[in-house]
């Protein structure tokens, strides 16, 4: 009997639409150290004097989240740095609330390209540290809407 094969949690990757709905720009958001989809069920009991005994549910609701985390990161010399663009765009979009807070985004797996896509709220958790750290990077995406299954197409 041949053994199952296990997917490597680092092999996940999320982009940003820093672009328009007509002039999509995706770009992927480095540095990150963790990525995490989370996906829910609001269950209701729908157990009656038919259930024979035995519990009966349905889901009613879905919702999904992102939790990312990693280093704030930047390309060129320290003396003319230029931000990393996909943790800019949710860095600019965490501060604003609303519809204007909304972000198009896509997270898939490098090793097969399967994932999903949707439009989330993102909630930029802030900055700074200890002395002997390196500057965090942290922003939760809580879903709005429809998570769609998605194929990255390179």
Do not use: H
Not at 48 to 66: Q, V
Request: glycine share 12%.
């Amino acid at each position: 009997m041949a053994s199952i094969l296990k997917r490597l949690s680092r092999k996940w990757t999320i982009e940003v639409n820093t672009g328009t709905n007509e002039a999509q720009v995706w770009s992927k958001v480095k540095g990150l150290t963790k990525l995490e989809l989370g996906i829910d069920a609001n269950s209701v009991d729908t157990t009656d004097f038919d259930s024979e005994g035995w519990e009966d549910n349905d889901t009613t609701f879905r919702k999904w989240s992102l939790g990312i985390e990693g280093f704030d990161g930047f390309t060129g010399p320290v003396n003319a740095q230029v931000d990393d663009p996909g943790q800019a765009f949710l860095k600019m979009k965490g501060l604003l609330t609303g519809p204007e807070a909304k972000v198009e985004v896509r997270v898939y797996r490098l090793d097969n390209n399967k994932g999903y896509s949707g439009l989330a709220t993102s909630n930029w958790a802030g900055a700074g540290g200890e002395v002997k750290n390196m500057e965090p990077f942290k922003c939760d995406l809580t879903g709005s809407g429809l998570l769609s299954p998605f194929v990255y197409t390179p």
